[in-house]
């Protein structure tokens, strides 16, 4: 599904709905990159509520960005784009780092506004921590360094989008 370089793909309604459940709870083995060592962290991602909408940020370990809107909106691929590849491997290295944070779970509730949830895979398990978003974002926290990687993968996002 993922294992091939390819260009980012719009996604809309229920199809972008479908992505994020299947990313973040469907077995490893059909939803992982190919070729991935799916008992290492293969999927780091981040929910952040906004105005306009809930926005999820998945990066895999391919490089594979996904951007998922909960109005419905979407984007997938993004890894012809170097530097959100590259934002989104170091996003997944780091939260490999912070697994000892995240706590077994499948909860996929959007977040409430003012909070950030961060979410890993590994093999077939899903894991997640909720925090309040300025907290993490002032620095300090245990999810800090993986919060400012997920920024760092919104960033590139962003600006690739903007091309």
Do not use: C
């Not at 981040?46 to 996904?66: H, N």
């Amino acid at each position: 599904m993922f294992g091939k370089k390819k260009t980012t793909k719009k996604l809309k309604g229920d199809a972008a709905h479908q992505l994020r459940t299947d990313l973040l709870t469907g077995p490893a083995a059909q939803v992982a990159p190919e070729g991935v060592d799916t008992s290492a962290v293969w999927l780091a991602a981040v929910e952040t509520v906004k105005p306009e909408a809930t926005i999820t940020y998945m990066s895999l370990s391919d490089g594979t960005t996904t951007v998922i809107y909960s109005s419905g909106a979407g984007l997938e691929g993004l890894r012809d784009v170097d530097a959100v590849a590259t934002a989104s491997t170091e996003f997944v290295d780091v939260t490999s780092q912070t697994m000892d944070m995240l706590d077994k779970n499948n909860d996929l509730t959007l977040p409430e506004r003012g909070m950030v949830r961060m979410y890993a895979r590994q093999g077939d398990d899903t894991y997640s921590a909720e925090s309040l978003e300025d907290i993490v974002a002032a620095g300090g926290h245990p999810l800090t360094p993986q919060y400012k990687k997920a920024l760092s993968v919104m960033k590139q996002v962003q600006l690739a989008e903007s091309r």
